[in-house]
């Protein structure tokens, strides 16, 4: 049987096949897949606050959370922003009211100073009409 059929002009034409080659398309899926694991770690953002454990509730979810955070080191943060002491208890009021929010979760690091920690929440308390929470990690078990 022979391969092909004579065509046009008495050349010898291929036998189609309806195959699809996906070895590039595979090739292509695993490279976006590792671009992907690798990516989404940087993308989460976030500070990074070793929160201590305790018997808490999980947070309800909120539209738009508000965060201040304080590393052992003693830096502060409003939600990614550093901010020192002093600019902290100047601007955190101007913040609130920016930001149009009457709830605040305080974020401290487990190695971080009990005065830092009392400052912060402090400043935070002086606010008027804000409540505020404490975030804790829940304790294994429970």
Excluded: C, K
Excluded at 9 to 34: C, K, P, Q, Y
Excluded at 69 to 98: H, K, M, N, Y
């Amino acid at each position: 049987m022979p391969l092909g059929r004579r065509g046009a002009g008495g050349r010898r034409d291929m036998e189609m096949r309806a195959e699809i080659n996906v070895t590039s398309l595979v090739d292509v899926a695993f490279t976006l897949l590792v671009i992907f694991i690798i990516t989404a770690p940087i993308l989460q953002g976030g500070v990074e606050v070793a929160v201590p454990r305790a018997d808490v509730q999980p947070l309800t979810a909120s539209d738009d959370p508000f965060f201040v955070s304080f590393q052992g080191d003693g830096t502060i943060f409003i939600g990614e922003t550093p901010v020192s002491v002093e600019d902290f208890a100047e601007s955190f009021p101007q913040l609130l009211r920016a930001a149009n929010t009457e709830f605040v979760y305080i974020r401290g690091d487990s190695t971080a100073s009990w005065g830092d920690a009392v400052r912060i929440i402090a400043t935070v308390a002086r606010a008027e009409g804000i409540r505020f929470g404490i975030v804790a990690e829940p304790e294994v078990g429970r």
